[in-house]
C-alpha cells in the first residue's frame, strides 16, 4: 500500500520528488506528485505537474483526466471538458472519463449532453459491477444523477 494510499500525501510528495531529483521526466511520478497536491486542496499546484506529465506524454487518459477533474474543481467546467474530450479522443469507452464530463457539463447548465455522457457511460458500464470508480466520482455522479432526475422530471 502507497502513501498516497494510505492519505499520507505529504509524505507521497517527498518520495515523489526525491524520484524527480533522479528521472526529471518519469511521468509516473509527475503525475502521482499532480494527484497527491490535488488531494491535498492545491489544485493549481497539481496542474502544473500534470502539464509536466503531458508535455512528455500527451496521450495519457489518467493524467487528462485527472486535470480536467483539477480545473473542474477551480471552477473551470469548460477548461475541464476539454481535457475530458482530449481523453476521450484517445480511449472514447473510459468510463470514469465519461462520468467526469457528465457532472462538468451539468456544472455548465448543458443538462441534455450532460444525460448524453452519463447514458454513454452506463450503456459501456451495465454489466460490469467489478468496474472500479474513484470514491470521488462515485459520490459526485449520485449527488448530480439525483439533481437531473429532477429536471428530467420536470421536461
Known sequence: MSLGEL???TGAIEYFDRALALDPHYVNALTNKGVSLDNLGNHTGAIEYYDKALAINPRDVGTLNNKGLALDKLGNHAGAIEYYDKALAVDPHHVPVLNNKGVALYDLGKYHDAIVSYDKALSLNHNDVD????????????????RLWGICLQI
Open 7 to 9: 492519505g499520507n500525501y
Open 131 to 146: 468496474m472500479p470508480i474513484d470514491s470521488n466520482i462515485c459520490s459526485r455522479n449520485k449527488y448530480c444523477c439525483g
